[in-house]
């Protein structure tokens, strides 16, 4: 007998986090990686970044200008920006100011003495954040070009502490300092994510979903078992929609509908086991709910386009040539 909603909405899958799944399979990683003050008249060009790059004004403020944009962003003390885009950008005491090249002004991994300009009025903290080569487009496909959290924001409110921390350990040096940066760094790319799906609009693919209390209890309840041949009635009923409603709204939503997207997340859970561990494919197939290797394997390449060995040997041949 197919379980009550009441039960579906009662049920310990419903503590599964979809957000942080995401973020685990993707390896999503934090780092400061500098920072530096000004005053006066200044201005650096910043290079088309070769991974998501985060900066937050920690003191005074600047304007952004953003290649492809068409007017510079004023950030004040307490913004956070986050720049997914390969796309160059100036920051500047204001904007017409000539750019100094960012790279030959900090050769050498560090700031110069005194700081830019004339003066310390203004100070700028930065970093990036890593994404797993295979699977890091999950995310940084739905995220748009760039994101700005001003300070005076609701949303931005938990990012003051956060700043005050990482300025404090970057200026004294405590022991662990190296650790406990980088862990405030991940909780800061966290909480600009959290407030992107509180005010972002338009979203699509599964960012949007996750945005949707109304569709979080189905996605838990696939993140928490997606092993389990769940099915729409199943999933609608832990909404509260009829199973039409449910449908309909996940795929305007999600841009697939709901059990392809189990069948996708299953893929992405799939790959990533193919890539790290040596567990057979007919292990796998059955952890993720298939009644057979061979079904698994059919499944595998119709979304992926090799079968789960081909890809496996892709992957291990991959990170042999990374790590020479």
């Known amino acids: 007998m197919r379980q009550s909603a009441s039960y579906l909405r009662d049920s310990s899958n419903m503590s599964a986090d979809p957000f942080s799944d995401i973020l685990r399979l993707t390896h999503a990683e934090s780092l400061v990686t500098g920072g530096f003050t000004a005053g006066g008249r200044w201005a650096l060009r910043f290079p088309v970044p070769e991974k998501i790059k ?164 189905a996605l838990r309840l696939m993140h928490g078992d997606p092993a389990r041949p769940w099915h729409l009635e199943e999933l609608a009923e832990a909404c509260a929609m009829s199973r039409t409603t449910f449908a309909q709204r996940f795929k305007a939503s999600a841009g697939v509908a709901p059990l392809s997207y189990l069948a996708e997340w299953r893929m992405r859970l799939a790959g990533r086991s193919l890539r790290e561990e040596n567990k057979p494919v007919a292990v796998i197939a059955q952890a993720l709910g298939y009644g057979s290797e061979s079904a698994f394997s059919t499944a595998f390449k119709r979304v992926t386009g090799q079968s789960p060995k081909a890809y496996r040997a892709a992957a291990t041949a991959a990170a042999a040539a990374a790590a020479e």
Do not use: Y
């Open 54 to 217: 985060f900066f937050a004004v920690v003191k005074g403020s600047c304007w952004v200008a953003i290649d492809g944009e068409p007017e510079p962003v004023r950030f004040d003390t307490g913004d956070v920006g986050l720049l997914t885009a390969k796309r160059s950008f100036v920051l500047s005491s204001e904007p017409g100011v000539e750019a100094l090249d960012a790279m030959a002004v900090f050769s050498g991994g560090r700031s110069p003495e005194g700081g830019i300009g004339e003066g310390e009025d203004f100070a700028h903290i930065g970093g990036h954040v890593l994404l797993d080569q295979a699977s890091g487009q999950l995310l940084s496909d739905v995220l748009p070009p760039w994101i700005h959290v001003p300070a005076a924001s609701p949303q931005a409110a938990s990012f003051r502490w956060l700043l005050e921390q990482l300025v404090n350990e970057r200026a004294n040096e405590l022991p662990g300092t190296q650790l406990a940066s980088a862990q405030l760094a991940q909780l800061l790319f966290i909480q600009i994510l959290r407030a992107h799906l509180q005010t972002a609009s338009p979203m699509t693919g599964w960012l949007r979903a996750l945005s949707d209390p109304r569709l979080a209890p």
